[in-house]
């Protein structure tokens, strides 16, 4: 018998001498390690989740600032893909745009730029992003920050003015007349706030869009209801009980966006539940207090970015016991 | 009123997956194998000692009759599974790798029997020496003797569970046995529960086979069962439920220790067909000598249940149910999740196999291994509660006091993880390679 061992992950071929019915023949057997069985579902699979659940927040971004939003968010992926190429190809690792990683997080950059954002910058985002961040950490898997959160950070501090130039949606007048009926103006805002009929990134201000991407990731079952519901819960409650407005800090700046997009990256969140929950709770605490007692006017992004740091260390907690080792049952 | 020994619904497992059942074979009767020209018989087909043979080449041999067997108490005797001549007594490879004295029967085609008799067991004692002159072990795939696991010592036992769960997909081995001997299994329960004074009985059978769930249900509710001791509980329809120590949590709530065995919680757990062969011997005297196979797979012409003597060659049965040899990519004992993938399919079929599964090279070729993306699939559908990917890196790392924290042994190796994991990452074979190095690492301790 003749046997080749070949690659770890790949099975073992030998050649079997096979009697069928008295006849010999030679045939080919894979031999594996057990389960011999695969879910369907791939990373590629997952990834492309994403970028659909996405796709309401472009469209969004679009009918909000204009067509420039698509230009942005398309060069971002752009941009991020090429990169993501050209590395692979320089530091000799196996290619990996197949697996849209590097598009989704082009997509998620770009829903994170204002409208206005110079052409030049944005590439300085995604070489962040992609070659310093992800690439130059180990590739997907190995980053320990979100590429596209600490893209943004790094040029928000690089680049306070351009980067905080925010253009007032387009449809605001033509739809604020259109609603004679609400007459209370705090209502009128809030309501702004929820359709994203304000000033912001192009991703981040139309929540109905958020809303709609987070039930198909639910449905999907590509995330877990427990980051954003804890995330979204400690920052409500955290307003409540300071006596700030609730449902505005619920539904301005990048909170939502974050709590479904950001804060559930799977490489930078932990995986165990109760993990899962301190991680998102301290996500939510640090976002309100950035937001109400330092001196920057939001919080999401250095809130999620901090937490990734602090990923590593939340998984050193033993959350739960193995089987028949005292613990209960988790969930 | 006496609270109920029996819950009404199953208890909460953590994690499991749902796999496709792939049961096509499950309508369909089984049908009997011919006699091969030859069988191969192992002198060990259990966990313990090997048996040494009692009989020499050239002697003729009928069905039934004892040709190995051994003084020691942990070791399981064999019988011959057709008549004939032995033609040969040397070591062969087995189809995982173990290396056993084997007596070869060339057979006479005509199976002529032994003569036997009704066997009659009025108490423990003599329940424990038939189940042992049966040659029974734990036919659902381990191999544990029967009779060594129906007398835990000084361990009070308080239920019995019936694993008729059969979770893994294409096997139907164990569906066919409930519904084409439902009596013999029904007597079995009544038999061991009466022998062994247990109060509580639970025929454990997954949801997916409503049939079998409904033939047992009307025999038990039928039954002279005063007290209704016997339930049939059904059970959700996710792989592993028919895992040892799953199949004890959900029927019971108790959670079997990691290294301890069911009866320290105080259950025994008999494959449901083990019960069934076991009553049959005690009605007729005839031992353990063929066994329902569940031939399947994409490359299998007519998929079925079929009846083998033991000791068959897996090619004989393949040549028998015909297998489009032009693709076959993997040939494996026991069903796609646990088990073991053939490098050569001229061995033996022993007591513990349950069905010969081949796949066509589509079917064999496993996705490509990519980076592990932290998702914590593999966490989440863990039954052991386990960390997958932690344990992966501290057996890449060699780091066996992670391995050691975070209960490398209590991994069963059912392949959830590595079934859910999107990466395709081949996390049982380290799971198996990272107790490896903590057996090696305790070894050199001791």
Not at chain 1, 296 to 302: H, M
Request: hydrophobic share 45%; aromatic share 6%.
């Amino acid at each position: 018998m003749h046997l080749c061992k070949c690659n770890r992950a790949m099975p073992l071929h030998c050649i079997s001498k096979v009697y069928f019915g008295g006849t010999e023949i030679f045939m080919k057997l894979y031999v594996s390690s057990s389960p011999h069985l695969r879910a369907p579902i791939t990373t590629r699979r997952v990834m492309g989740d994403v970028l659909i659940a996405l796709l309401p927040c472009v469209v969004a971004g679009v009918l909000l600032y204009g067509f420039r939003s698509l230009l942005v968010v398309g060069l971002s992926t752009l941009f991020c893909v090429a990169l993501e190429y050209l590395c692979s190809l320089v530091m000799k690792r196996e290619q990996t745009i197949g697996d849209l990683s590097a598009a989704v997080t082009g997509v998620l950059l770009g829903l994170i730029m204002p409208v206005s954002v110079p052409i030049h910058l944005l590439f300085v985002g995604c070489v962040t992003a992609i070659v310093v961040v992800k690439q130059m950490l180990g590739g997907l898997g190995n980053n320990f920050v979100n590429p596209a959160l600490t893209a943004r950070i790094v040029m928000l501090v690089s680049f306070p003015t351009q980067m905080t130039a925010f253009t007032t949606a387009q449809m605001t007048d033509a739809v604020t007349t259109a609603t004679p009926l609400a007459k209370d103006v705090a209502q009128t805002a809030l309501w702004d706030l929820f359709v994203g009929r304000v000033g912001g990134c192009i991703g981040e201000t139309c929540k109905i869009a958020i809303l709609i991407g987070l039930v198909y990731l639910l449905a999907r079952r590509v995330i877990s209801p427990i980051i954003p519901v804890c995330y979204v819960g400690t920052a409500a409650l955290f307003s409540l009980l300071v006596g700030a407005s609730v449902p505005f800090h619920l539904l301005s700046g990048g909170l939502l966006f974050g709590a479904v997009f950001m804060a559930t990256d799977y490489v930078t969140s932990p995986v165990s539940k109760g993990g899962r929950v301190l991680y998102a709770v301290l996500c939510g605490l640090l976002t309100m207090l950035i937001r109400l007692y330092a001196n920057l006017p939001e919080g999401v992004s250095y809130a999620i970015v901090l937490m990734n740091i602090a990923t590593p260390l939340i998984e050193r907690i033993p959350f739960g016991k193995p089987f028949g080792k005292g613990g209960k049952s988790s969930v | 009123m006496k609270k109920s020994l029996f819950s009404e619904k199953p208890y909460r497992t953590d994690g499991g997956v749902s796999l496709p059942h792939l049961k096509e074979t499950a309508l369909s009767p089984t049908v009997k194998m011919p006699p091969p020209a030859y069988v191969r018989l192992p002198m060990q087909m259990h966990i313990g000692a090997p048996c040494a043979p009692c009989v020499k080449v050239g002697d003729k041999v009928l069905v039934g009759q004892k040709i190995g067997d051994s003084e020691k108490p942990f070791s399981v005797p064999i019988h011959a599974s057709v008549s004939g001549e032995v033609t040969d007594i040397a070591p062969l490879r087995l189809a995982g790798g173990a290396v056993v004295e084997t007596v070869v029967i060339a057979s006479d085609g005509e199976m002529r029997q032994i003569e036997h008799s009704p066997i009659s067991v009025e108490n423990e004692e003599e329940l424990i020496r038939a189940v042992r002159e049966c040659g029974l072990v734990g036919l659902g795939g381990a191999g544990f003797p029967t009779h060594i696991k129906l007398r835990p010592g000084d361990k009070k036992i308080d239920t019995l569970l019936i694993n008729g769960a059969e979770c893994e997909p294409y096997l139907t081995s164990d569906n066919r046995e409930i519904l084409e001997n439902s009596w013999d299994v029904m007597s079995g329960v009544y038999l061991v529960k009466k022998m062994l004074g247990i109060h509580r009985v639970f025929i454990c059978i997954e949801k997916n086979k409503p049939r079998a769930i409904e033939v047992l249900r009307k025999i038990a509710d039928s039954s002279v069962d005063y007290n209704d001791e016997v339930r049939v509980l059904p059970l959700p329809t996710s792989y592993p439920q028919g895992a040892e120590k799953v199949l004890i949590k959900s029927a019971t709530g108790r959670e079997v220790p990691e290294g301890k065995l069911p009866a320290d919680v105080g259950c025994i757990v008999m494959n449901i067909t083990s019960i069934s062969v076991l009553s049959r011997y005690i009605k007729t005297g005839m031992p353990l000598v063929s066994k329902r196979l569940t031939v399947e797979g994409g490359a299998v012409k007519n998929k079925q249940n079929v009846i083998v003597p033991l000791g068959t060659s897996v090619s004989d049965l393949l040549a028998f149910v015909g297998v489009s040899d032009e693709d076959v990519g993997k040939v494996m004992f026991g069903g796609p999740m646990m088990g073991v993938a053939l490098e050569s399919t001229d061995v033996p079929i022993l007591k513990n196999n349950n069905g010969v599964v081949v796949l066509t090279r589509k079917e064999a070729t496993l996705g490509k291994t990519t980076a592990c993306i932290h998702c914590g699939r593999c966490v989440s559908v863990c039954p052991m509660r386990l960390f997958p990917l932690r344990l992966e890196k501290a057996t890449e790392r060699k780091d066996t006091e992670a391995l050691e924290r975070l209960s490398q042994m209590t991994c069963m190796e059912c392949g959830s993880c590595a079934y859910a994991c999107p990466a395709k990452r081949p996390l049982v074979q380290s799971m198996r390679l990272g107790k490896a190095l903590l057996r090696e690492k305790n070894a050199k301790k001791g």
